[in-house]
């Protein structure tokens, strides 16, 4: 079976509430793909290896990436170093008023991998309302169905 990896970070639920959504949205009834959710501080390089496509999720916190996806980021550079190469990945932000600053930072790390992002940026401003929720949920089953048909 297919397999999808969802990594987020949250402080204070923003980004814990869209995952939910990007959780749901990939659980699909009509899409069989074992889903799998980790926080950022506990994911590591063998969650990586195990998937076909990731799902980034972060707040934005001062202009960059949260503490806890960078740390993430930073375990599992090396270890991962040649083995991930196109990895299909998709980011979603929760921020208070930008994000654009997170996903820049994001997408100069991933370059290192390299993965390569199969769907846009879902960047959400302020507290997560409908259409942001709508959105992380067709984020979801966007990435569920693509690995699924292996698209990307
Ligand atoms: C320490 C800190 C720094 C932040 N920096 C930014 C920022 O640079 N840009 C922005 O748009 N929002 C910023 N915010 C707002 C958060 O991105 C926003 O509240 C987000 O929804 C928090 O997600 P969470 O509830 O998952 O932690 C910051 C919040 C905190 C606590």
């Known amino acids: 079976m297919s397999r999808l990896l969802i990594v987020y970070h949250s402080k204070n639920g923003h980004t814990a509430a869209l995952t939910e959504a990007v959780v749901a949205g990939s659980r699909h ?7 799998r959710i980790r926080l950022a501080r506990e994911a590591v390089a063998d969650d990586v290896l195990w998937c076909d496509a990731i799902v980034l ?10 503490g806890g996806l960078k740390d993430f980021f930073d375990r ?6 040649g083995r991930v190469e196109g990895l299909p990945y998709a980011v979603f932000i929760s921020a208070g008023n930008d994000g654009e600053g997170a996903l820049t930072s994001i997408r100069r790390i991933v370059r ?10 879902v960047i959400c401003r302020g ?18 169905a693509g690995v699924e048909a292996r698209l990307f």
């Open 29 to 35: 009834p009509e899409i069989d793909v074992e889903v």
């Open 57 to 66: 999720g972060t707040p934005e916190n001062f202009g960059y990436m949260s």
């Open 76 to 81: 599992t550079y090396y270890p991962l170093e």
């Open 127 to 144: 507290e997560p309302d409908p259409n942001m929720l709508e959105a992380c949920e067709a984020l979801g089953t966007f990435m569920a």
């Open 112 to 121: 290192g991998y390299p993965f390569r992002e199969v769907h846009d940026p």
